[in-house]
């Protein structure tokens, strides 16, 4: 990791790029800045009140946790906490109003992939191996819709629904940046995979083939006889950001992480770097995938 202090430009915040301090690369979930702003503001006054979180705690009648969770921004407060902390914090009306304006981040991302997400949006490179599943940037509405109805815990209609709509709303990138490249790298276990049923099956590898036939948009897929893989590790995002940095990104069960430290996305990028040689040229890919559609 670089010396503790710098400071690093991210793009693609609300104001385009801001500067993060090293320690912050990876730290994960992510709160949304109406949160932490919202519990600076709780904290400010229990402070000027000569409160203790715990004192605090008493008085809202919720855990000494709770109000430290409110503090850091990493739990939206419901309508109680608001009301009982008003009138224990001394009835201002503030914090009334600026609870109007919080919101959890951005509606159907995990808390871990919202930063990914938002850098996603002004790379300019994005590359993508997965063995899992169809990456997000490619999945068919259908696909995407069976992922989630597989999901454990199950979701509500409604977290179903705001999940289905972020990852299409993601996809628009690949029209909305024609100059970008994107390149994915896709096992071909994951196509043979009958997630959802055949028909669900027919249209996501349709939609893979619309998808990946923009001239700034590559797809290989790892044939199951290769013999050789370097990426036998696990899934791999990375990208370039305007400012010539370059990031990756790596995700497992309720987790992911963003990778800022240049010697690891070094060997990352190696590893990516060597795959696409051991993976079938696009070409091939794309008639690979043609015998699939066929033979769904």
Request: proline share 4%; charged share 30%.
């Amino acid at each position: 990791m670089d010396v503790v202090g710098v400071e690093r430009e991210v793009a693609g915040s609300a104001g385009g790029a801001r500067a993060v301090p090293a320690g912050e690369w990876e730290r994960e979930p992510h709160p949304s800045d109406s949160l932490r702003t919202f519990g600076a503001f709780v904290q400010a006054l229990r402070e000027h009140a000569g409160l203790s979180r715990a004192e605090l705690a008493a008085l809202v009648q919720y855990s000494k946790h709770t109000v430290e969770s409110v503090e850091l921004g990493r739990r939206m407060p419901d309508e109680a906490f608001v009301e009982r902390a008003e009138d224990a914090l001394g009835d201002t009306g503030a914090l009334r109003k600026a609870a109007r304006h919080l919101t959890r981040g951005e509606a159907g991302l995990a808390a871990w992939f919202r930063r990914w997400a938002r850098l996603e949006r002004e790379a300019v490179s994005l590359c993508t191996y997965e063995c899992r599943l169809v990456p997000g940037l490619l999945q068919s509405e259908g696909y995407a819709r069976a992922l989630f109805e597989n999901r454990i815990p199950l979701l509500t209609d409604e977290q179903l629904e705001a999940q289905v709509e972020a990852r299409m709303g993601r996809q628009r990138m690949l029209y909305e940046r024609p100059t970008v490249p994107f390149h994915f790298i896709v096992e071909e276990a994951v196509l043979r995979r009958r997630l959802g049923g055949g028909e669900v099956r027919r249209e996501q590898l349709d939609y893979v083939l619309e998808h990946t036939s923009p001239r700034n948009v590559t797809l290989q897929i790892m044939p199951l006889e290769a013999e050789y893989h370097s990426c036998m590790d696990g899934p791999v995002r990375l990208l370039e950001t305007p400012e010539g940095r370059r990031l990756a990104y790596s995700e497992g069960q309720e987790s992911g992480r963003l990778i800022g430290d240049s010697k690891e996305v070094r060997v990352l990028q190696q590893r990516y770097d060597t795959l696409r040689s051991q993976a079938l040229h696009p070409k091939d890919s794309r008639a690979l995938l043609e015998r699939l559609r066929g033979e769904a």
